[in-house]
């Protein structure tokens, strides 16, 4: 019988739509935790996970029998909805359209995950815009930088 082994690191950046900042420290650990049980419960090992006021990085094994396109939809579709029902935020959340997916070899696992878990500490010094173009620019990832987000200046 043929077995698939794979090991695959993604890590997903998407931001909330308007970039509005509305995840506030209080309800971030239980956003934070709803999105690693969709993870789970899609056969996918979430890693790390922080969720900024206006942003979240998240790194996941990515199970190869659901694409990044489908797991980020779930993600925002499902968050998007628990958030709203339970009245976490006192406005109608939703996540932008748009994801930025970055694939990590297993040697650089600590530092990814370093890296998503010290998110305030970076902020302090470079914007969520300024570190996405990074993103964009460190992988060569083609992109048309006005139609990243929609930025709030």
């Not at 996405?132 to 048309?144: A, G």
């Amino acid at each position: 019988m043929a077995n698939k082994y794979t090991q695959l690191l993604v890590q997903l950046v998407f931001a909330v739509n308007g970039r509005e900042c509305m995840v506030r420290e209080r309800v971030r650990p239980e956003v934070e935790k709803y999105i690693m049980g969709i993870i789970k419960n899609n056969s996918h090992s979430p890693l790390s996970i922080f969720c900024m006021p206006e942003h979240i990085h998240i790194l996941l094994g990515l199970n190869p029998n659901q694409s990044v396109a489908e797991i980020v939809r779930l993600i925002k579709a499902n968050s998007s909805k628990w958030i709203n029902d339970k009245k976490l935020i006192p406005f109608k959340f939703s996540w932008q359209e748009g994801y930025g997916a970055f694939s990590y070899s297993r040697s650089h696992l600590d530092r990814v995950v370093n890296y998503i878990l010290n998110q305030p500490k970076h902020h302090r010094k470079k914007t969520f815009r300024e570190e996405y173009i990074e993103f964009l620019q460190k992988y060569d990832v083609v992109h048309e930088t006005n139609y990243l987000f929609n930025w709030l200046d």
